[in-house]
């Protein structure tokens, strides 16, 4: 099982930006989908966005409607690390992030979070004037 750790949050203004990085402190994470949750202040756990493993189908990448054009997820497989960058930040933005992965013979990847084995201790953002 990996241990999946996250970084990089922090607090911003409207309008800025953050990246938020997920490292595993002793595996690759080449092998599986990362895919990142958040959960907001009294609201339900909701998926974010998600990346197929690495070598799989160009990257395949998914997004909710309300962060499209806004964040981006990649993956830098030299440094076994998966980002999450999130530019226009608002403050309905603002939410625990969690990193979670899981494992599929699939090209591609969902953002379900029935479908994670292993999730980061998570990190906050908060957005705020």
């Known amino acids: 099982q990996l241990q999946l750790v996250e970084s990089g949050g922090g607090s911003v203004q409207p309008g800025g930006s953050l990246r938020l990085s997920c490292a595993a402190s002793r595996f690759t994470l080449d092998y599986y989908v990362i895919a990142w949750f958040r959960q907001a202040p009294g609201k339900e756990l909701e998926g974010v966005s998600c990346i197929s493993r690495s070598g799989s189908n160009a990257n395949y990448t998914k997004y909710i409607d309300s962060v499209k054009g806004r964040f981006t997820i990649s993956r830098d497989t030299a440094k076994s690390t998966v980002y999450l960058q999130m530019n226009s930040l608002k403050q309905e933005d603002t939410a625990v992030y969690y990193c979670?992965?899981?494992?599929?013979?699939?090209?591609?990847?969902?953002?379900?979070?029935?479908?994670?084995?292993?999730w980061g201790q998570g990190t906050q953002v908060t957005v705020s004037p």
């Open positions: 979670a992965s899981y494992w599929t013979y699939l090209d591609d990847c969902r953002i379900n979070r029935a479908d994670v084995m292993s």
